[in-house]
T-cell receptor, first 112, second 115 residues
Framework: KQEVTQIPAALSVPEGENLVLNCSFTDSAIYNLQWFRQDPGKGLTSLLLIQSSQREQTSGRLNASLDKSSGRSTLYIAASQPGDSATYLCAGTNNAGNMLTFGGGTRLMVKP | EAQVTQNPRYLITVTGKKLTVTCSQNMNHEYMSWYRQDPGLGLRQIYYSMNVEVTDKGDVPEGYKVSRKEKRNFPLILESPSPNQTSLYFC??????????????FGPGTRLTVL
């Protein structure tokens, strides 16, 4: 059974800092790996999706990488801003593409 | 506007009183799914549907039912709610795997309290 772990559970950084969020998964047979953002009291917003055949995806200040062999994905946020404060979740989709397993999330606070 | 809608957004009910949480999407997505989010346990998949009339269990299906009679709607039914079903529920949708971008779109959530 797939298990997804995110470390750290919480992170506080000063504005402008570059940071890396980590996601590890136990079963490398994944269809894709997705990163989401969740604001308090809100739903999830998809940030980046990496297919199993890809190594990384970029969107603006965000870059996500995927290393299936080591069971790891990272989300890199450049030049962090207070508006980046939120919980970031990663989720692995199984090979059939029909079930997602979420990590516990990293709660990020960017201080002005 | 492309979106997933859920109703109600907030619900307080009592043990044993049947309830339905509706979910609707306007993106013509084949795939829809329900999740619950609990502190310390994260998001867990309840049920999913690959297309109309096709549904299957996720990781935590006990105590829940779903139906997919139309492509756009995927209601979650609690026949006899219990306090351990108090949670934040999310509906999501996407294209069918392999047919296009797999990005999942989430609804705003339904906060359910069962007394």
């Amino acid at each position: 059974k797939q298990e997804v772990t995110q470390i750290p559970a919480a992170l506080s950084v000063p504005e402008g800092e570059n940071l890396v969020l980590n996601c590890s998964f136990t079963d490398s047979a994944i269809y894709n790996l997705q990163w989401f953002r969740q604001d308090p009291g809100k739903g999830l917003t998809s940030l980046l999706l990496i297919q199993s055949s890809q190594r990384e995806q970029t969107s603006g200040r965000l870059n996500a990488s995927l290393d299936k062999s080591s069971g790891r994905s990272t989300l890199y946020i450049a030049a962090s801003q207070p508006g980046d404060s939120a919980t970031y979740l990663c989720a692995g989709t199984n090979n059939a593409g029909n079930m997602l397993t979420f990590g516990g999330g990293t709660r990020l606070m960017v201080k002005p | 506007e492309a979106q997933v809608t859920q109703n109600p957004r907030y619900l307080i009910t009592v043990t044993g009183k049947k309830l339905t949480v509706t979910c609707s999407q306007n993106m013509n997505h084949e795939y829809m799914s329900w999740y619950r989010q609990d502190p310390g346990l994260g998001l867990r998949q309840i049920y999913y549907s690959m297309n109309v009339e096709v549904t299957d269990k996720g990781d935590v299906p006990e105590g829940y039912k779903v139906s997919r009679k139309e492509k756009r709607n995927f209601p979650l039914i609690l026949e006899s709610p219990s306090p351990n079903q108090t949670s934040l529920y999310f509906c999501a949708s996407s294209l069918a795997p392999g047919t296009g971008p797999d990005t999942q779109y989430f609804g705003p959530g339904t906060r359910l309290t069962v007394l």
